[in-house]
């Protein structure tokens, strides 16, 4: 039978070989705060007595926002195609203004440009996929926000965002 999910995430890890990489996915920019509060982690694992090495994964690296945009717009226009109260589309003053704008943007893809990106995005999981092959865990900069908490390392999953 499976131990409880609570049981689990008190659990001792041991050690783990944890990959971290300071390139954002689609290779922009990163801020200052984020790589300061990224090396910190790395840091704290590696006190915690983890093994943490620098590795980066060759993935295609700009095809991720495109491909990630593409989804996404097609997406909202179908998550907005029905107002769950009113039942009809909502109107421009109804929701985010990002909604809205990635909606429209979503009017403009095609049926091929969105098995085109699906393509894209499997192709990125292989190459993705393959790195964590070779790994057992991995740090990702998270640009939203520099906070992350030290409970997140018993996180049972792969990736570990630390937002």
């Known amino acids: 039978m499976r131990a409880d999910r609570g049981e689990e995430a008190g ?3 041991g050690v783990l ?18 790589l300061k509060t990224l090396m910190e ?5 590696a006190d915690l007595g983890h093994r943490v090495e620098p590795a980066d994964p060759e993935i295609d690296r700009s095809a991720v926002v ?3 945009l593409t989804i996404a717009a097609a997406n909202t226009v179908v998550n907005l195609a029905g107002h769950p109260t009113a ?7 109804e929701v985010e203004r990002v909604t809205w704008a990635t909606a429209r943007m979503g009017d403009r893809v095609t049926g091929a440009d969105y098995v085109r990106a699906i393509h894209t995005a499997h192709r990125l ?3 993705i996929g393959e790195a964590h092959r070779r790994k057992l865990r991995w740090f990702e900069i998270c640009e939203a926000s520099s906070r992350w908490r030290h409970d997140n390392l018993r996180d049972q999953g792969r990736t570990m965002r630390y937002c």
């Open 66 to 68: 495109p491909t990630f």
């Open 17 to 34: 070989r944890i990959a971290y990489t300071t390139l954002a996915p689609d290779g922009a920019p990163v801020e200052a705060e984020s």
């Open 125 to 127: 999981g292989r190459q």
């Open 11 to 13: 659990a001792d890890p």
């Open 41 to 45: 982690a790395v840091t704290l694992c």
């Open 87 to 93: 039942g009809r589309p909502p109107r421009s003053d």
